[in-house]
């Protein structure tokens, strides 16, 4: 009976990915295929590009979202700074970069508020402010995205680690809140965040969408390559397409292995340094002021480039210096009723659906193997499979898959690949929720002769509540930012706000897409008031509840 | 390179056997009642580029029409690029789905259509058995073949193109460039004003075509396949291409991804000019608000590159009744006047006004122009489509990485 649960979980999560990958590697097997792939111009120029972007922004995000709920955590902010990092962590990828674009650019909001009466600038500058050779736009567009998900997932985290304990230990010693923190706390939030973090690497170094915004173009970053290859009509071109995807995939698990063991190595030896050296300077207090600040900048910006397209999403024609559109129209919003109508369906139902299977799934498994802490971790990884390999290396094996199942271009397919990404979140909230409760509670109420369901449903429900909300939230918020397993299992066929986003992204449509980004953004909020209302309705009268 | 000659002989042998085909095909009778019979009730997926919400709401409109009168459901599937619905159809033939098709009916042309017509994934010949097939254009060459493809019957005409340059008459006062030296020299007395979309953008490559009509010493030779001689047929575009370059926008650095990108660029002052396919792309976009009135189209005096786009219908489509009923209906005169007209989406008919009757006629309205859009002018054919993926491939050696 336990094995069912674990059985179902695999299967679901783990096993298209697996038939994916399969595919993927019989494509690109072929010595013609990488003969093919390594003549292609710029390709060492466009795999570094991927790898610097990648590997800088993670860096900076990593350090900035740890400085941030350092400063909360000393001041007792955690809600607010759970909320400022909501609407950019709910706006999807695409969104974000456009608005960063629009915000950025030579003809953008920042240089058309300083001309021309600053800069004397009548036209806009021939500046590469976006798409710069170096892909330093690139990098800021994925700090200001990754930052609001790893503060996230480190609040979350924070619960697992005694953190209070230590620094109150570290300032008594007389080391200020950034050192100590950094030194006793970081460490341990970072091994409860190593997945997550992996995600994040790995998304900056093959991610499509923000690239395409935001990237330079000759060459564009290796992941942009190798999708406008899959993309081509030419069939000579997939076998490059799947060729390169497997590269992609070997730098990806390269990069990842080489930070991590850095992490285990030099880092932790500097680090152990650090620590011992017995250095108090207040000096390091100013750095950690900067950082702070960075860290709001980069929440800020999200902000920021949201605003910008919201303005976009009502302006009519708007030349450089003008700061506002010249006329207003409300016509993206109006025109298109019917059209965002079927996407907000589409996108609520498979989203609510993705967020119950899977919390329900999970719950199963969570119960089973509630006191077999291996057994969960070596589930944890494979369920992370998806979320640590490029997209690109599966998805097109997969959908040949549901293509043989008759599950493409159905409500059902995209359900499926949306549960892929969907569970591994739930996974992490609801696992070690459950692991954490108290035994006592189980053993308690089966003594006094409750069965193992009334048990479940009396005793433990409530106490997983909480993190079922948050669960629910997340899982939600994940669902509503797929582009390509959306596009891939749903063929069209299935239009979600995301994919209505993207396609008037790619045809320059900025009203309409202003309009799908916003709503994309809208939809997971409310469901996180939702959750939020509910959570504080339920436990407003109930202390020592597990938060 | 041998690889990709001896792929383009095959197309070529397949195009010719294809013809044969249809010569018998063509003639037989097609019981159009019967095929309307067929038809009743059947659900169309249409893939279309989906980006243009005014082409969107055109197809919603015939989608109603064709509900009511033909008892057909037609559903709209948006597509970024219509190579995303080929490599579906690839797709489908290699998990061996020989029926019941994901896609019923696709908005296609060149390369695309090459592809499929190669790897014989296409249903057909069907076009020239439709009804209102004898309302076509006869003389106009873009309409039998297809990037030197003989369309066989295995796609249907549905709109013209016209490549057509549009500049902002507020910033150029002057007449505007109409031959490449004349656009070279405005490039240069005008740094960072000019870009084109980057190949293998669709408009990119195109301009590249556009220019090396223009430029190359015998223009006749690229009807022919690429061959050994590629190099020294396109030696004078590399030549203007690294002339203008080092003055284009971004000093040629960055191009912009794609021609709404370059709207954008235009709309928001950063360039000066636009390239598109559509003569009334402006008319257009200065309806719907997206770029100021002061744009004007033009075309060069030697010629436009010219093309017509077509639907097609896949070989495992399990609508095709359905599928030629509603392209028998967006071929007839009022569908096709519509579409023409800017207030609806601005695409130029493919039918003979002289095939039509008066009161046909009169649906395209006067035939006055509007200001934003070019005097139609000398047409010059779609090299063969080997010259496509040459072109891109020796851009990006040059351009591509630097």
């Known amino acids: ?547 | 390179m041998r690889s990709l000659l001896r792929h383009w002989r095959t197309t070529a042998f397949l195009a010719c056997a294809a013809l044969c085909q249809t010569a018998g095909a063509a003639q037989g009778n097609v019981d159009w009642a019967s095929v309307e019979k067929a038809a009743r009730g059947q659900t169309v997926y249409f893939d279309a580029w989906g980006g243009d919400a005014a082409i969107n709401r055109y197809i919603a409109w015939a989608g109603d029409v064709v509900q009511r009168r033909y008892g057909v459901k037609l559903v709209l599937v948006k597509v970024t690029d219509i190579a995303e619905a080929v490599t579906r159809v690839q797709a489908e033939k290699a998990a061996g789905r020989t029926t019941g098709g994901s896609v019923d009916l696709m908005w296609i042309n060149g390369e695309n259509f090459a592809s499929l017509k190669a790897a014989d994934l296409l249903y057909g010949p069907w076009a020239d058995s439709l009804p209102h097939a004898r309302l076509l254009d006869a003389s106009d060459p873009t309409q039998r073949t297809d990037f030197t493809l003989p369309t066989a019957g295995l796609e249907m005409p549905w709109g013209g193109a016209r490549f057509t340059l549009f500049y902002d008459g507020a910033a150029i006062k002057t007449p505007p460039p109409r031959d490449p030296q004349a656009l070279l020299a405005w490039i240069r007395a005008h740094p960072a004003r000019f870009t084109y979309p980057q190949p293998p953008d669709f408009i990119g490559t195109s301009f590249l075509k556009q220019m090396l009509l223009l430029l190359a010493a015998d223009a006749a030779r690229l009807q022919q396949p690429v061959s050994s001689d590629f190099d020294v047929v396109t030696q004078p575009l590399w030549t203007w291409l690294d002339a203008a370059h080092p003055h284009l926008w971004r000093s040629g650095r960055a191009f912009p991804r794609s021609s709404p990108e370059q709207r954008r660029l235009l709309g928001d002052g950063e360039v000066d000019w636009l390239l598109a396919f559509n003569p009334s792309e402006a008319a257009r976009a200065i309806r719907a608000r997206e770029l100021p009135d002061s744009i004007r189209g033009v075309h060069f005096a030697q010629g436009a590159l010219g093309n017509s786009h077509f639907l097609a219908i896949p070989f495992n489509s399990s609508a095709s009744a359905a599928a030629r009923v509603v392209a028998n209906f967006l071929l007839s005169p009022a569908a096709q006047a519509r579409k023409a007209d800017i207030a609806h989406w601005g695409d130029p008919t493919v039918l003979a006004m002289a095939a039509l009757t008066p009161a046909e006629r009169a649906l395209f309205g006067t035939g006055g122009r509007d200001a934003a859009s070019p005097a139609p002018g000398p047409l010059l054919l779609e090299p063969h489509p080997s010259w496509t993926p040459a072109l891109e491939r020796a851009w990006s050696l040059r351009y591509g990485a630097r």
Not at chain 1, 53 to 67: E, N, Y
Not at chain 1, 259 to 269: D, L, T
Not at chain 1, 398 to 422: E, K, N
């Open chain 1, 1 to 547: 009976m336990k094995g069912l649960p674990i059985a179902l979980l695999l299967f679901v999560g783990v096993g298209p990915v697996v038939a994916g990958f399969m595919g993927t590697v019989l494509g690109g097997l072929s010595a013609s295929a990488w003969h093919e792939l390594l003549l292609e111009p710029g390709l060492p120029i466009a795999a570094l590009l991927a790898i610097g972007t990648g590997v800088v922004s993670t860096l900076i995000a990593l350090t900035l979202s740890h400085v941030a709920v350092a400063v909360a955590f000393s001041r007792l902010r955690h809600t607010t700074l759970r909320l400022a990092a909501l609407p950019t962590l709910a706006t999807p990828h695409v969104a974000i970069a456009i608005g960063l674009v629009l915000l950025l650019s030579p003809s953008g909001l920042v240089l058309r508020a300083l001309s021309p009466w600053a800069t004397g600038f009548e036209q806009p500058p021939d500046w590469a402010t976006v798409q710069d050779s170096l892909g330093l736009a690139l990098t800021l567009g994925l700090i200001v995205k990754e930052v609001p998900f790893l503060i996230l997932v480190l609040l979350g985290a924070l619960s697992q680690v005694p953190a209070s304990r230590l620094v109150t230990q570290g300032r008594v010693l007389g080391y200020g809140v950034f050192k100590t923190w950094f030194v006793a706390v970081a460490p341990l939030l970072q091994r409860q965040a190593r997945f997550a973090t992996a995600a994040v690497l790995v998304f900056g170094l093959t991610n499509v969408e923000m690239s395409l915004a935001l990237g330079p173009t000759t060459p564009p970053t290796l992941s942009l390559l190798v999708w406008s290859w899959f993309t081509d009509a030419n069939l000579a071109t997939q076998s490059k397409a799947y060729a390169g995807a497997l590269l992609l995939l070997l730098i990806s698990v390269a990069v990842v292995g080489l930070v991590a063991g850095m992490a285990k190595s030099v880092v932790r030896q500097r680090w152990q340094a650090w620590a011992t050296n017995g250095d108090r300077v207040p000096s390091l207090n100013l750095d950690g002021m900067a950082a702070r600040n960075a860290s709001r900048v980069a929440l800020g910006l999200g902000g920021a480039a949201l605003g910008a397209l919201l303005i976009r999403s009502v302006g009519g024609t708007w030349r450089f210096p003008s700061v506002w559109p010249a006329q207003l129209s409300i016509a993206a919003w109006t025109q298109g009723i019917s059209d965002m109508q079927r996407a907000v369906t589409a996108s609520v139902t498979v989203g609510l659906a993705a967020t119950v299977i899977a919390i329900g799934i999970v719950l199963a498994v969570a119960e089973a193997l509630h006191d077999s802490p291996l057994a969960r971790r070596r589930l944890a990884v494979l369920l992370f499979i998806p979320l640590v390999i490029p997209q690109m290396a599966f998805l097109f094996g997969m959908q040949t898959m549901l293509l043989r199942l008759h599950l493409d271009g159905t409500w059902c397919g995209v359900l499926w690949s949306h549960l892929l990404f969907v569970l591994p979140y739930a996974w992490v909230v609801l696992a070690e929720a459950r692991a954490q409760l108290s035994p006592g509670y189980r053993i308690v109420s089966r003594t006094l002769g409750a069965g193992p369901v009334t048990t479940w449903v009396r005793i433990l429900l409530p106490q997983l509540l909480r993190s079922i909300l948050i669960a629910a939230g997340l899982c939600f918020a994940v669902s509503m930012t797929l582009y390509l397993p959306t596009q891939f299992a749903g063929g069209g066929r299935i239009v979600t706000v995301t994919t209505e986003a993207a396609v008037a992204m790619s045809s320059g449509d900025l009203r309409s897409a202003a309009s799908y980004g916003v709503m994309q953004a809208l939809l997971p909020l409310a469901v996180f008031a939702v959750t939020a209302g509910v959570s504080r309705r339920l436990f407003t009268h109930r202390q020592g509840m597990p938060t």
